[in-house]
């Protein structure tokens, strides 16, 4: 089974700075035959679900600012949130769907101001 | 839009059993793979089952693997998860959510406590 692993565990970063999580997988995620990550990043702010932000390790998901960038392949991923604000207090995680099930998480990050 | 919505939760005594539904509406349900994602109290999120657009796939994760079943009706735009011999550590907030990384309903409580 793949894990993932997030790094920091949590973070503060001050408003219009530049937030980034880092995501590793115990394998890698990169489906060769059609090049694409399955890594996908959530945003969850407390007391609601979590929402998508970034698919196939890039791939903005529609609606989502543009502040928010996803990078990486194989087995290395980054989250960039490229000016932080106020309302981007949350917890992140990365997650990927790779081939068969079991899919899984990666911890989560806590952002904080 | 796209809407999901879970019922079904509640208080359960270990070793009890609950049905978890799920209505949806706002898409071509028959279309999209569907699963079901777990969150502890104050914990991270993990992955409980999935299932494909027919039914005719079904995966779970280990620590529910014999006690859960994911299945669904499409002519009802319904996803269901049937979960027996709960345990203490089921605890959480299921949510049901579409196609692998897609939308996420508001979530049902489980709490399996004596």
């Known amino acids: 089974d793949i894990v993932m692993t997030q790094s920091p565990d949590s973070l503060a970063v001050s408003l219009g700075e530049r937030a980034t999580i880092n995501c590793k997988s115990s394998?890698?995620?990169?489906?060769?035959?059609?090049?694409?990550?399955?890594l996908a990043w959530f945003q969850q702010k407390s007391g609601q679900p979590p929402k998508l932000l970034i698919y196939w390790a890039s791939t903005r998901e529609s609606g989502v600012p543009d502040r928010f960038s996803g990078s990486g392949s194989g087995t290395d991923f980054t989250l960039t949130i490229s000016s932080l604000q106020a309302e981007d207090v949350a917890v992140y995680y990365c997650?990927?769907?790779?081939?068969?099930?079991?899919?899984?998480f990666g911890q989560g990050t806590k952002l904080e101001i | 839009e796209v809407q999901l919505v879970e019922s079904g939760g509640g208080l359960v005594q270990p070793g009890g059993s609950l049905r978890l539904s799920c209505a949806a509406s706002?898409?071509?349900?028959?279309?999209?793979?569907m699963r079901w994602v777990r969150q502890a109290p104050g914990k991270g999120l993990e992955w409980v089952a999935n299932i494909k657009e027919d039914g005719s796939e079904k995966y779970y994760v280990d620590s529910v693997k014999g006690r859960f079943t994911i299945s669904r009706d499409n002519a009802k735009n319904s996803l269901y998860l049937q979960m027996n011999s709960l345990r203490a550590e089921d605890t959480a907030v299921y949510y049901c959510a579409r196609g692998l990384v897609g939308d996420w309903g508001q979530g049902t409580l489980v709490t399996v406590s004596s």
């Open positions: 394998q890698s995620v990169l489906y060769s035959s059609n090049n694409k990550n399955y």
């Open positions: 706002g898409f071509t349900f028959s279309s999209y793979w």
């Open positions: 997650h990927q769907y790779y081939g068969t099930p079991p899919y899984s």
